[in-house]
Nanobody, 125 residues
Framework: VQLQASGGGLVQTGGSLRLSCAAS????????MGWFRQAPGKEREWVAG????????GYADSMKGRFTISRDNARNTVLLQMNSLKPEDTAVYYC???????????????????WGQGTLVTVSS
């Protein structure tokens, strides 16, 4: 499975961005999908996850109410809509796919088997 993340960029505080993760090589409907992020000097952290069916989602506390994860299995795409962005959201965002727990929008990076290359989100104050 190859994952290609896109949609990052520079946005002002309070603005919105939509990240996209395109999967190829095997149908993404077999996998749970997740978004993680890593800010400079910090560890990678979980942002959101979605089960392979899309019926189950999960979010890190600081993202609840601001971010929305969704998927279109027909297009092998996972989206992350990010609203009310803050400077502390500045990071490289990675999408990931995991097959071991496909019904769980898991937060543990060890559950994910494939990772995209990352897309940079910068939120200016």
């Amino acid at each position: 499975v190859q994952l290609q993340a896109s949609g990052g960029g520079l946005v002002q505080t309070g603005g919105s961005l939509r990240l996209s993760c395109a999967a190829s090589g095997r149908t993404s409907s077999s996998y749970a999908m997740g978004w993680f992020r890593q800010a400079p000097g910090k560890e990678r952290e979980w942002v959101a996850g979605i089960s392979r069916s899309g019926r189950s989602t999960g979010y890190a506390d600081s993202m609840k109410g601001r971010f929305t994860i969704s998927r279109d299995n027909a297009r092998n795409t996972v989206l992350l809509q990010m609203n009310s962005l803050k400077p502390e959201d500045t990071a490289v965002y990675y999408c990931a796919a995991g097959i071991r727990f496909p019904s769980s929008p898991g937060s543990n990076p060890a559950w994910y088997d494939y990772w995209g290359q990352g897309t940079l989100v910068t939120v200016s104050s």
